[in-house]
């Protein structure tokens, strides 16, 4: 059996995407608020870490930047896996603003993340989330403890119904 402890990133400074209107992939670039540093630092100082031995980290800028608190603190190797990224707000690639992509997250919850019958949606399906996810994780599962740093909706593809606020550790095990 693997335990993989599912860390949400830090909290992103939304305001600098807004500021600067990030559309699009440019929003993943986003970087931790100085609370969100604080939560990462809080998270590699969770016992249950001490264990691990290897962070795998989604390519997004605020789970790198927590991957990147966490390695330092538990002196650990860092994997990035592109597929630990979170759902995709649009599977067509179109660019969205930072308020379109923000309706569209509110339209994946208001439809739990499944396509309502006969109206596909913009967004990624729950279900395609954790099929992508659990080939990054059957990858690792020669590891005993390993640490995932990724995104709320990849955790709640996972543990359905488990709340994941900003730099929470959850464990799951394979």
Same mark, same amino acid.
């Given at each position: 059996? &693997?335990?993989?402890?599912?860390?949400?990133?830090?909290? %992103?400074?939304?305001?600098? @995407?807004?500021?600067?209107?990030?559309? $699009?992939?440019?929003?993943?670039?986003?970087?931790?608020?100085?609370? $969100?540093?604080?939560?990462? #630092?809080?998270? @590699?100082?969770?016992?249950?870490?001490?264990?691990?031995?290897?962070? *795998?980290?989604?390519?997004? @800028?605020? @789970?790198?930047?927590?991957?990147?608190? *966490? !390695?330092?603190?538990?002196?650990?190797?860092?994997?990035?896996?592109?597929?630990?990224?979170?759902?995709?707000? &649009?599977?067509?690639?179109?660019?969205?603003?930072?308020?379109?992509?923000?309706?569209?997250? *509110?339209?994946?919850?208001?439809?739990?993340?499944?396509?309502?019958?006969?109206?596909?949606? +913009?967004?990624?399906?729950?279900? &395609?989330?954790?099929?992508?996810? #659990?080939?990054? *994780?059957?990858?690792?599962? &020669?590891?005993?403890?390993?640490?995932?740093? !990724?995104?709320?909706?990849?955790?709640?593809?996972?543990? +359905?119904?488990?709340?994941?606020?900003? $730099?929470?550790?959850? %464990?799951?095990?394979?």
């Amino acid at each position: 059996m &693997s335990r993989f402890y599912l860390i949400r990133h830090g909290e %992103p400074d939304w305001e600098l @995407a807004r500021a600067r209107d990030l559309a $699009g992939p440019l929003s993943d670039f986003v970087p931790l608020t100085d609370a $969100g540093v604080e939560q990462s #630092m809080a998270a @590699a100082r969770d016992p249950r870490l001490a264990e691990v031995e290897l962070v *795998l980290s989604s390519p997004y @800028a605020r @789970a790198l930047q927590t991957a990147a608190i *966490l !390695c330092r603190e538990l002196r650990k190797p860092l994997q990035v896996e592109y597929d630990l990224r979170e759902r995709e707000p &649009s599977t067509q690639r179109v660019f969205y603003s930072v308020e379109q992509t923000r309706e569209l997250c *509110l339209d994946y919850d208001r439809f739990d993340g499944t396509y309502p019958a006969g109206q596909p949606k +913009p967004w990624e399906e729950r279900d &395609s989330v954790r099929r992508r996810v #659990m080939a990054v *994780l059957d990858r690792y599962r &020669s590891n005993r403890f390993v640490a995932v740093v !990724c995104h709320e909706k990849v955790i709640e593809g996972l543990l +359905p119904g488990v709340q994941a606020p900003y $730099g929470s550790v959850r %464990p799951f095990d394979l």
